[in-house]
């Protein structure tokens, strides 16, 4: 029996919401690769542009700034970030078990090479945009304060400051990017291990 009109118009739609929800992703992934590359200031809309095939007349159907881009960058980021860290606390293992299922979530990121923006380009932000991108970051750092709260009033973890903790954590695993190779002997998966018993070590009683 064939479709309805009505419902052939429904398909129609959802097809078109798709693709342009997939050029709108292709655009944000080639911005991201391009910020890290060449910086946001070393970046022009018409680089992004080439780099998903399109004209720069064409992208501003998509995106109305470079700023608009950023901020997706920085914020589709911070939501991956975010999802891996409730996932693992979602679980409700011990202390021990949350810190290494962050500690993966961290390294194992989709895109591990855009944290490196949070430092460099956050700064670049309009104000609008970057008191989101602090909101997102707040709420992950609450997420790991939790756990190392948790593992103080079990007694398995000794911290003086769980805010000073989580940076220093924190910094090391965004460090990661700087030196690791994915041609190397490890995975990331194999170095989260590493980290994560390199961190429980320092934080057990």
């Not at 060449?38 to 004209?55: E, F, I, K, P, Q």
């Not at 460099?120 to 609008?128: D, T």
């Not at 973890?157 to 041609?183: M, T």
Request: proline share 3%; aromatic share 8%.
């Amino acid at each position: 029996m064939p479709s309805s009109p009505l419902k052939i118009a429904s398909q129609n739609r959802g097809l078109a919401r798709s693709a342009k929800q997939s050029i709108k992703s292709r655009i944000t992934s080639g911005a991201g690769y391009l910020f890290v590359r060449n910086g946001y200031h070393g970046t022009s809309m018409r680089d992004v542009a080439d780099s998903v095939g399109l004209r720069a007349s064409s992208l501003y159907r998509h995106v109305k700034s470079k700023q608009e881009l950023l901020h997706r960058v920085l914020d589709r980021l911070m939501d991956e970030a975010l999802d891996g860290a409730r996932a693992a606390l979602a679980s409700e293992e011990s202390p021990e078990q949350c810190i290494g299922l962050l500690v993966r979530a961290n390294i194992c990121l989709a895109r591990p090479s855009e944290t490196a923006l949070l430092q460099s380009e956050l700064r670049n932000l309009e104000r609008h945009y970057r008191y989101q991108i602090v909101r997102k970051q707040d709420q992950y750092r609450k997420l790991w304060f939790s756990v190392l709260q948790r593992g103080v009033e079990q007694g398995v973890f000794r911290i003086e400051d769980p805010k000073l903790a989580f940076f220093g954590i924190v910094g090391a695993l965004n460090y990661v990017e700087n030196w690791f190779n994915p041609s190397g002997l490890l995975s990331r998966k194999q170095v989260a291990e590493v980290f994560s018993r390199w961190i429980l070590r320092s934080l057990r009683v």
